[in-house]
């Protein structure tokens, strides 16, 4: 099987694929520079074992990644303990094989890349990628599955962190729909609640239409991460919502590796 591995800012995670390219587990684990091979191992053994697997049934890593500073460890990982060499997407022999449409195109971040790879597979035409993290992103694939541009946002949970570390006076609260659809709160929890969930709303709203009307084509919208549903649960944003896309273009670079792409 393989061992697709998305580090990204927030948290690392880890999913065994097999044969036929279908995600039989996933994990996570907080992002952490420092986190040894060794650490990720004894971590993921464990995992391993209380799911019916062993490391022997791994026989090959991939890994996309934005945080440089953890990679070599994760390779060390898959050397140590796996006993392979982990291939690194956007590397030979597992390059994104997509038209980078953009003015610096080895500056786009590996996630991005394989959510186009797996928006592609998912869907013809024109595509609006959104994908909720660290930084909430949008971004456009196109009919041939070129990677087209996009723009970046700061992330829900990094407003309410500086939201709380900036004003003195202001709680920290949970991600959440406030309760009914009034936009005018009474108290400062329900004024945050509203600012963050239905500003977020009008935020998403707002560049979906702007994407739309630049695009000037048909064109679906994917959602991916895990703020995804929550949005759509009070405002009907996308199309279709995908929780595993960074996790399936991954496997689908492995799987497309004798391609050429």
Do not use: C
Not at 147 to 171: E, F, H, K, R, W
């Amino acid at each position: 099987m393989l061992l697709a591995i998305d580090n990204g800012n927030t948290n690392v995670k880890f999913a065994l694929v097999d044969a036929e390219g279908t995600i039989v587990q996933r994990w996570r684990i907080a992002t952490d520079a420092k986190r040894t091979a060794d650490e990720y191992a004894v971590w993921l053994d464990r995992l391993l074992e209380m799911e019916g697997h062993s490391r022997s049934a791994v026989t090959a890593v991939v890994i996309a990644s934005v945080v440089p500073r953890a990679l070599h460890n994760l390779q060390e990982l898959a050397q140590k303990y796996f006993k392979v060499d982990a291939l690194i997407g956007g590397r030979a022999p597992v390059e994104w094989g997509i038209a980078l449409k953009v003015d610096e195109p080895k500056a786009l971040g590996a996630d991005r890349a394989v959510n186009a790879i797996a928006a592609q597979a998912l869907e013809p035409g024109d595509k609006i990628v959104i994908s909720f993290g660290t930084a909430t992103t949008f971004d456009h694939i196109g009919a041939d599955g070129a990677y087209l541009g996009g723009s970046i946002a700061t992330g829900v949970s990094l407003s309410l962190d500086a939201l709380y570390n900036a004003a003195a006076m202001l709680p920290r609260i949970a991600i959440e729909p406030p309760p009914g659809t009034s936009v005018i709160g009474r108290d400062t929890v329900s004024q945050m609640q509203i600012g963050i969930y239905w500003g977020y709303v009008s935020m998403i709203e707002g560049m979906i239409a702007r994407m739309k009307a630049e695009i000037a084509r048909p064109v679906k919208v994917i959602a991916t991460g895990g703020l995804a549903p929550l949005f759509q649960r009070h405002a009907d944003l996308f199309d279709r919502i995908e929780p595993d896309l960074t996790l399936k273009g991954i496997a689908l670079l492995y799987a497309n590796r004798d391609q050429g792409s």
